[in-house]
């Protein structure tokens, strides 16, 4: 019997699960790669900022995987809606849910309900023009930003706020959110962390990248940074970063129009405003075992925008055993939730980690399946099962050749120097793939 395995998600981790399984199975197997939208790759295309095209360069990768043999890419195919998890593990002989974190941590304090406050999912969903985000409106007229968080997705949205438009035009930032960020009035972006600098989540490469900005310039108070001897403590990586704030902090205030405000020690305890956000209310902190405890000393960061970078949550599946504290789902440090279901990728080790953290992810989740079963199939319906139980419902699903249909259309509309204008619109894409 062939070997067939349901991947869902095709981001990163679903595609290095199907890589792994390609070598194991050497394309004896049927591997379909499921995605809620009519498009591959994931956080690659919807995550990953526009102005970091190096990164994107994977998807070629990933390309030769969804044109290996005995894989397919099925799109538009939502999970819950146009199939159940029971009905996928009738037909297929394990299913790994590759689903990734697409859900904001809340952030839990008054008035984090406000107009104006968003989480992190939605504003890097809206300049990447993701479909469930691209209508958004963003309001921009405001002279300050507080984005909240130390890692580098707050880099990434300062950074976006920052850049001219010049520098975005050769970015693939979406057409809407260009135009937007055309006549931005923010001029003062406040990375708002609880901690310190020794603390920070952000990397060498991002924390630079910030000192290269045409119109911005960013901003540590030396007090906040720790005597110089501390960082031979740090690991090489945040060392380097630590170095960088350390030449914001001794670079002398330019004239450039933007600012970005490092503001260590914060910790973001309202949003007030009328009707709307217009001021950040924030805690002084100090460190006690390495916890950010409030002093009460409170201060306003006047912004209409505010972003929380703080972390994600995987969804729900009504039946998977969920880890509700950490956010995803249960299983094993394998990915094995029980034999034939399984996660792979920030759905199983949540939110952390580069693109290529996700590869080992994949073969251990391979390995596991093996394990369970042997590697031979149990002799469900498979893709064929899929495809007839997706036709009886009327659901139009869209394959890789669709998606090359796709592309080229975004390559033929991009902007001069861009690499692609994104549709953003499901209706958009299946019109267009007729
Ligand atoms: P992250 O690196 O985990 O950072 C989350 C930040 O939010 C931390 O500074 C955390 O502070 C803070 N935080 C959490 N809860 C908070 C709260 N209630 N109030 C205030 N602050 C809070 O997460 P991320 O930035 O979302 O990034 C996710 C992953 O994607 C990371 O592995 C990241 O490196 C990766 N990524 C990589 C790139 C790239 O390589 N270019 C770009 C974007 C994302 P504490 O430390 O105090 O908890």
Same mark, same amino acid.
């Given at each position: 019997?062939?070997? =067939?395995?349901?991947?869902?998600?095709?981001? *990163?981790?679903?595609?290095?699960?199907?890589?792994?399984?390609?070598?194991?199975?050497?394309?004896?197997? @049927?591997? &379909?790669?499921? &995605?809620?939208?009519? $498009? *591959?790759?994931?956080?690659? %295309?919807?995550?990953?900022? *526009? &102005?970091?095209? =190096?990164?994107?360069?994977? $998807?070629? %990768?990933?390309?030769?995987? =969804?044109l290996g043999e005995g894989v397919r890419f099925v799109g538009n195919v939502n999970l819950g809606a146009d199939v159940s998890i029971d009905e996928l593990l009738g037909l297929y002989d394990a299913v790994v849910l590759s689903v990734g974190a697409p859900h904001d941590k809340p952030l839990g304090i008054p008035g984090d309900d406000l107009p104006g406050v968003w989480g992190s999912a939605a504003f890097v969903g809206w300049y990447n023009g993701h479909p469930d985000f691209a209508g958004l409106d963003i309001d921009l007229s405001h002279h300050g930003a507080a984005i909240i968080g130390n890692g580098n997705v707050a880099i990434d949205c300062a950074r976006i706020l920052a850049k001219t438009p010049a520098e975005l035009a050769i970015s693939d930032i979406a057409g809407h959110a260009h135009h937007q960020l055309e006549g931005s009035g923010v001029?003062?972006? @406040?990375?708002? +962390?609880? /901690?310190?600098? @020794?603390?920070? =989540?952000? $990397? $060498?490469?991002?924390?630079?990248?910030?000192?290269?900005?045409? /119109?911005a310039q960013p901003l540590v108070r030396a007090p906040d940074l720790p005597p110089l001897e501390a960082d031979a403590a740090l690991d090489p990586g945040l060392r380097k970063t630590v170095t960088h704030l350390r030449s914001f902090a001794a670079t002398p205030r330019g004239d450039k129009p933007i600012t970005i405000h490092f503001?260590?020690?914060? /910790?973001?305890?309202?949003?007030? +405003?009328?009707?709307?956000?217009? %001021?950040?209310?924030?805690?002084?902190? /100090?460190?006690? &075992?390495?916890?950010?405890?409030?002093? +009460?000393?409170? @201060?306003?960061? *006047?912004? +209409?925008?505010?972003i929380a970078c703080i972390g994600y949550r995987t969804a729900t599946i009504a039946g998977v055993p969920y880890d509700t504290g950490r956010g995803r789902f249960a299983s094993d440090d394998t990915g094995r939730i029980f034999p034939g279901l399984y996660a792979s990728g920030w759905a199983r080790r949540g939110p952390s980690g580069t693109i290529g953290t996700n590869r080992p992810d994949g073969f251990s989740v391979v390995d596991a399946i093996v394990a369970d079963t042997g590697g031979a199939g149990k002799g469900g319906a498979g893709p064929a099962g899929l495809d007839a139980l997706l036709e009886g419902r009327g659901v139009r699903v869209t394959h890789f050749a669709h998606w090359q249909g796709i592309d080229a259309a975004e390559v033929a509309r991009a902007r001069p120097g861009a690499p692609r204008e994104k549709i953003v619109s499901v209706a958009e894409m299946l019109g267009l793939i007729g």
């Open positions: 019997m062939t070997f =067939s395995i349901a991947i869902i998600g095709a981001g *990163p981790a679903g595609y290095y699960t199907a890589e792994a399984a390609l070598k194991h199975w050497g394309g004896a197997a @049927h591997v &379909d790669i499921i &995605d809620r939208l009519p $498009t *591959p790759y994931g956080l690659i %295309r919807a995550g990953v900022a *526009p &102005d970091h095209q =190096s990164i994107k360069a994977v $998807t070629k %990768r990933y390309e030769a995987t =969804s001029r003062d972006v @406040h990375i708002v +962390g609880r /901690r310190g600098p @020794h603390q920070a =989540s952000f $990397t $060498t490469k991002e924390m630079g990248e910030l000192g290269h900005l045409e /119109r503001e260590f020690f914060r /910790r973001p305890v309202a949003v007030e +405003g009328n009707g709307k956000a217009e %001021r950040l209310i924030v805690e002084t902190t /100090r460190l006690e &075992d390495g916890v950010a405890v409030g002093t +009460g000393e409170l @201060h306003a960061i *006047p912004c +209409g925008l505010v």
